[in-house]
């Protein structure tokens, strides 16, 4: 795997087994509250960046668990199959996207969200910074759309 290493984005699974890279920055950049999130990462939130799907992007073996978004349309979280860490998600809503768990991401990477979304599932410890728009539900706007 040593030719990803000169792409400009790169994110993969605690073990190193499952990547995804990408020669993009994110077209957006958001704190996601809802409950599949909260689920699937363990965490009252998850951190997510949105990239163009690049073919070959990802590589690597993984375990899909499926679920039905808010949109209605599946979306699908994909753990790496030997450690079973959660590195990114395909969202049928956002075709043509990934969502990549910001943790998973390595330098030159910084998460800077644009919003915090499905804040009406936010757990109520959870304290969102004052400024930062915030959507009940998913933004209205389509992440990577002009």
Not at 2 to 11: H, I, K, M, P, S
Not at 48 to 77: D, H, N, W
């Amino acid at each position: 795997m040593d030719e990803l290493v000169n792409n400009t984005f790169r994110a993969q699974c605690n073990c190193g087994q499952l990547v995804v890279s990408f020669t993009q920055a994110p077209v957006a950049q958001l704190v996601c509250h809802c409950r599949d999130c909260q689920i699937v990462s363990g965490l009252p939130y998850a951190k997510a960046a949105f990239f163009r799907a690049e073919e070959q992007c990802a590589q690597g073996e993984f375990l899909a668990v499926e679920l039905t978004g808010g949109s209605g349309k599946p979306k699908q979280y994909r753990r790496c199959r030997q450690c079973n860490d959660f590195v990114y998600a395909t969202v049928d809503a956002l075709t043509g996207l990934l969502g990549v768990a910001a943790d998973k991401l390595l330098p030159p990477f910084e998460f800077k969200p644009m919003a915090h979304v499905w804040t009406c599932e936010k757990a109520p410890e959870v304290e969102i910074p004052a400024g930062v728009f915030q959507f009940p539900k998913a933004p209205p706007f389509r992440p990577g759309k002009q």
